[in-house]
């Protein structure tokens, strides 16, 4: 399988596009944005210049995805989710040196209507709820939802939520792997052997 790009979709000139990945209906790759390999791209994206996506990212329908926003591979980004990349816009003044850049690791998930502002993090194997609003950095494996999003669990790498025992250990039971909690932060220990 190599890369598609639907007729109706716009690729500039100068972006990297990795192999295997699908562009859909009506989207625009501008110059300058960086796409990974088996990618999918859904219909009505925008990627702009500046915008690094790693391996195996799902853009889902109707995102803009703004300069200085960089997802690492394996993220999920619901339909109509929203980026920000200023923090005090208005339509007279230009702030394209202000740019604030937002930075979503590995494996999280984000759920669609949520909007992102920019100048944070989202940690690994997060899952932002769906029509939150993130204004604050969201740490590894965290559950958040609401506005503003706020923490309401734990998840495992497969989204599946962590429930910990007295000693601060849960068990993914779909993956068998372990993780452990200490000051706040969820560690990953590997797969839990019954024996």
């Known amino acids: 399988m190599s890369t598609q790009i639907h007729p109706t979709a716009i690729v500039d000139d100068g972006c990297q596009i990795g192999e295997n990945t699908r562009i859909w209906h009506f989207s625009h790759i501008m110059a300058g944005s960086v796409i990974g390999k088996n990618c999918s791209i859904g219909q009505n994206v925008v990627v702009s210049p500046g915008v690094t996506l790693g391996d195996g990212v799902k853009v889902q329908n109707n995102i803009s995805i703004y300069t200085g926003v960089h997802c690492e591979d394996d993220v999920f980004l619901g339909p109509s989710m929203v980026f920000t990349n200023v923090i005090n816009p208005r339509s007279a003044i230009s702030r394209k040196e202000e740019f604030k850049p937002t930075i979503v690791k590995k494996g999280a998930s984000i759920g669609a209507n949520a909007t992102i502002v920019c100048g944070n993090t989202l940690g690994e194997y997060c899952f932002v709820g769906a029509g939150s609003v993130v204004t604050r950095d969201v740490k590894p494996y965290e559950l958040v939802f609401g506005n503003p999003?706020?923490?309401?669990?734990?998840?495992?790498?497969?989204?599946?939520?962590?429930n910990f025992d007295e000693n601060n250990i849960a068990v993914c039971h779909e993956s068998k792997i372990k993780y452990l909690l200490v000051d706040n932060q969820v560690k990953y220990l590997g797969t839990h052997n019954k024996d």
């Open 149 to 162: 999003a706020k923490h309401k669990g734990w998840v495992s790498q497969y989204g599946h939520k962590l």
